[in-house]
């Protein structure tokens, strides 16, 4: 009766790989033949190369490059990158869709990829064509591997009040200051930076591309997390750091547009993820309700508990739609895409976290235990409410866009 205890990460690993999901929750529904095929191949990938290494990852803090490449062979290094620099010009809602499939096999590494990609299509975006040749294609294939600048020690959520300098001197920049909380610090390449070049407010920042191994760059201790562990967080410093002026994306005091627009598909890609995990939790409470009896029963039988699983999947549902909904007005540079990015981000992070929460709680002591997947999976996207605009930020961007006419 309870070998099903014995082999937690395999059952996961089962339900995963399943094609008889429940229809009212398939992720499949809705979608075109193509989409169908790639969201297979992500979740293969996803059943297959992480998932049985997730739990792994996560306590030996791995940073797992090998499968971040494989997973890059596949395309998803630069999913919406244009292909004439490697990318797999794939759409916002396709990009989602994938995200949302290999986060079912490990949330934190894939939420790292989804930074990944948000760095590599602001320089595809943004970018010369010389830049663009020279930085996108070793970044497609994750040969070389990208972090995203914004956040300081003294500026979260007022990003516009960052502080690193810096000072045009002939044909190079002089930059000084500090980045906090940076996925992938000291482990990545390249580094793209928020930085101010002009005067205060977002009017005085630009945009620089920065590379491991520029003189006055370096990095602060390894944090240690809740959970991302897959990824290194670090501080970036800088230090009368010298960068080329030719690394300078778009012009001089367009970086906070670069970098809000940036974070519009990155508010999709990480609700995605919690999408991914909390399909995953429902899944893995489904199997625990059905194999777990109390009072002679199994716990499938308890009424309050289906009313539970039942609103798990209904809330489910519903932040899919709405992430997928925000990921077409994206795509299709809608005039309200980046109110109903931050809707989604805000409504699909919550609901996704109290999803996996209560997969927990239906698992009783044993989803306390590390040998369960569900722990990690609410380890893992709780940080999804706070990074990539904190929640709080999501409703007053909502509430100005409501109280503006």
Partial sequence: AMAWRAAPRAAARLLLGRRGIASCIDPSTGLTEDQKEFQKVALDFAAKEMAPYM???????????ETMRKAAQLGFGGIYVKPDVGGSGLSRLDTSIIFEALSTGCTSTTAYMSIHN?????????????QRRRFCPSLCSMEKFASYCLTEPGSGSDAASLLTSAQRKGDTYVLNGSK????????????VVMC?????????ISCLVLEKGMPGLSFGKKEKKVGWNSQPTRAVILEDCVVPVGNRLGAEGQGFSIAMQGLNGGRINIASCSLGAAHASVLLAQEHLTVRKQFGEPLASNQYLQFRLAEMATRLVAARLMVRNAARALQDGREDAAVL?????????????????QALQMHGGYG?????AVQQFVR????????EGTNE?????????????
């Fill in 393 to 405: 930020v999501m409703r007053m961007i909502v509430a100005r866009n409501l109280l503006q006419g």
């Fill in 380 to 387: 893992d996207i709780r940080v999804h409410q706070i990074l």
């Fill in 341 to 357: 990015c931050s809707m989604a981000k805000l409504f699909a992070t919550d609901e996704c976290f109290g999803i996996c929460n």
């Fill in 118 to 130: 948000m760095c590599v299509w602001m320089i595809d975006t943004f970018g010369s064509e010389e």
């Fill in 55 to 65: 739990a792994e990852w996560d306590e030996k803090e791995i940073f797992p490059v």
């Fill in 368 to 372: 306390y235990l590390k040998d369960y």
């Fill in 196 to 204: 101010r070049t002009g005067g205060p407010g977002p009017k005085g």
């Fill in 180 to 191: 906090a909380f940076i996925s992938g610090g000291g482990d990545t390449d390249v580094y």
